[in-house]
């Protein structure tokens, strides 16, 4: 019983407008009612053997994983969605900022590629950067939610690193300002 009063308040709650997300209430039981959504690659404490200090975020590309380091060996592993064929890329950022429900703005090089889009989008359900977003550095990339959960252990971005918004909330929660992020192949 109690399932199905959930899924129905998911089902209503999904089907309302992006702008109905736009006050601190609505974006609470989006919040909320996220908790109960599947992950398609679900979140893992993990052994660690690399010499990354704790509070380090790796992205290993190739795996298609982002690891949060804890220390004494030991690490929290989550599934993404990373760069496709020609949008792949590694080094080191550091987190410059950090958002909740931010608005997106496609680049332009994207825009040229997908004239489609709109040029502005505000937070909400409907955005694609999803219920938070960590921005690296000066660059474009960001660690970001994502409106389509079954691209999670996909390449199919432009670059950035997607998560379920379930999986990036529990990351942005756990990364300040300053902390240290290395994507890897």
Request: hydrophobic share 40%; glycine share 10%; with cysteine.
């Amino acid at each position: 019983m109690l399932r199905a009063i959930v899924l129905t308040a998911a089902a209503l709650a999904f089907a309302t407008p992006a702008s109905a997300y736009s006050n601190p209430i609505s974006r609470g039981l989006a919040d909320f009612l996220n908790i109960f959504s599947e992950q398609p690659v679900p979140r893992q404490l993990v052994a660690w053997n690399g010499k990354q200090a704790p509070g380090t975020v790796v992205v290993s590309t190739s795996q298609r994983r982002l690891y949060y380091v804890l220390g004494q060996g030991r690490a929290i592993r989550y599934g993404v969605g990373v760069g496709r064929q020609g949008f792949s890329w590694s080094g080191t950022k550091i987190v410059s900022r950090k958002r909740e429900w931010p608005d997106w703005r496609p680049p332009a090089a994207m825009l040229k590629r997908r004239p489609d889009l709109p040029r502005y989008m505000a937070g909400g359900m409907e955005n694609p950067l999803g219920a938070r977003a960590i921005y690296l550095g000066s660059s474009l990339y960001r660690i970001h939610g994502s409106n389509e959960p079954d691209t999670i252990g996909a390449a199919v971005s432009s670059g950035c690193i997607r998560m379920t918004n379930r999986d990036v909330m529990d990351l942005y929660d756990r990364v300040r300002p300053g902390t240290k992020v290395i994507v890897q192949r």
